[in-house]
């Protein structure tokens, strides 16, 4: 066979001698080793010329086209002739077929790439390259535990948590009693570089997420100045224990969305107050409640003079336009990160909205301010720094479209490594070395 063909074929370490087309519209390459370093004995490393003989073996490799391809790799045995080697014989080996290889490399890198890159399911996967499914999950495995190795320091860290699954009762090793278990992931982002997902830790308590940030090491840990967090106790008790060097802040869109909250609990009551039943569509308040959560720069003089009045003529006490104000008062505060965050700029937002919940006299408003309180040395870190945890958010995302591809995951372990690696794609596309696979599908 001429050397085109062979070119063409592309598996590295062998030439094509023919190629038979059998009944089914099957294609058989017939291909021998083309490698001279092949006739070394893996033991000694001294090339042997005494062939003892010849083996057929047919390994899977990638498809070309859409017909079905097969390939018989006809190696030589030989004899190891060194004295003081204790191999007495051995088989021919080529990078892209290891001994005792039942697949190409190319194809199980193929299949890696399928399911871990393009997020495919490892049975569909299996079934567009002709393997069982313990074949395509252990060429991932296989794939995946040699590129994702441990994370680099980062300058700034995000924590969030995401649900691995429904709560289901699971039976209790010591006490043997039935326990509704809610199974939740914590998840820990790069937010300063592009490693993007570092890691993942079963439970969201504070001495899981302390024990997965002490397991990384000192060096690591050193290194974090900025912790990205929800309103989270455990995540923030969990920073401090494990980080005390770093600041931790507060993602601003969890604090509008309790500020939302808020607005919405105040106009429930204000109608069960003045209705007696819950809000419908004849109600002022209830026909703007979608308005009631918008940012007043979204809203146009048209549409904020209706909201305005409407609610004026729906709640003479003026509770949910309080509850609104108080709201935007919050946001205008937050808005300064993006002004430079400037001492003076921050204090007198501040005042603004403590003495408009103060004045205002809410109980939901009250609770807003005391969480404001609470929080306030992580949500100044946010005005000064501007840090979010939108990336972290991000990241949550594409771990639940991995689950809802593979149609939920059993095994613990399996699921935090397709969700890292499929979440790491930037970061090793901008250290791969660009390779070529003939007829990939």
Excluded at 124 to 138: I, L, Q, R
Excluded at 263 to 268: F, L, N, P, Y
Excluded at 379 to 384: D, G, P
């Amino acid at each position: 066979m001429s050397n085109d063909t062979t070119l063409l074929f592309g598996l590295a370490g062998v030439r094509v001698e023919r190629v038979v087309l059998l009944p089914g519209g099957i294609r058989e390459v017939h291909v021998q080793t083309a490698d001279e370093g092949a006739a070394g004995c893996p033991l000694c490393g001294v090339l042997s010329s005494s062939m003892k003989g010849q083996v057929a073996t047919a390994p899977r490799d990638i498809p070309y086209g859409t017909g079905p391809i097969a390939v018989v790799w006809h190696k030589r045995r030989w004899r190891c002739r060194e004295v003081l080697c204790e191999r007495q014989s051995f088989t021919e080996t080529v990078g892209e077929l290891p001994s005792g290889a039942r697949t190409t490399r190319r194809l199980r890198e193929a299949i890696a790439l399928a399911v871990g890159d393009a997020n495919r399911a490892v049975s569909e996967v299996a079934g567009a390259f002709g393997v069982s499914w313990p074949t395509a999950h252990a060429a991932f495995v296989e794939v995946a535990d040699r590129e994702l190795g441990p994370p680099a320091p980062t300058r700034v860290l995000g924590i969030d948590e995401t649900r691995r699954g429904k709560p289901r009762w699971e039976q209790h090793p010591t006490t043997g009693k039935w326990v509704l278990v809610d199974r939740w992931h914590s998840g820990f982002v790069d937010l300063d570089g592009a490693q993007g997902l570092l890691g993942q830790v079963l439970g969201r308590a504070s001495a899981d997420v302390t024990g997965w940030l002490r397991a990384q090491g000192g060096t690591f840990c050193e290194r974090v100045e900025f912790v990205a967090i929800d309103p989270c106790a455990a995540y923030r008790r969990a920073a401090t224990d494990a980080l005390p060097q770093a600041q931790v802040v507060v993602d601003h869109f969890h604090l509008v969305r309790l500020a939302n909250a808020a607005v919405t609990a105040v106009r429930q009551r204000v109608t069960w107050d003045n209705r007696g039943r819950r809000g419908r569509k004849v109600d002022p308040e209830w026909t703007n409640r979608r308005r009631l959560l918008t940012g007043r720069e979204r809203l146009t003089h048209k549409r904020f003079t209706a909201m305005w009045n409407s609610c004026i003529d729906a709640d003479p006490s003026g509770q949910i336009l309080t509850a609104w104000i108080a709201k935007e008062e919050l946001r205008a505060l937050l808005a300064t990160a993006r002004r430079g965050g400037h001492r003076h700029d921050i204090s007198n937002r501040l005042y603004r909205f403590y003495t408009w919940c103060a004045n205002a006299d809410i109980p939901e408003v009250t609770r807003l301010a005391q969480t404001v309180e609470d929080w306030w040395p992580e949500i100044e870190a946010f005005c000064k720094t501007g840090i979010t945890n939108a990336k972290t958010e991000g990241t949550n995302r594409l771990i639940k479209d991995v689950g809802r591809r593979a149609c939920g995951f059993r095994n613990p372990d399996n699921q935090r490594r397709r969700v890292r690696y499929f979440c790491t794609r930037q970061s090793r596309r901008s250290t791969a070395r660009p390779e070529s696979l003939p007829g990939q599908v």
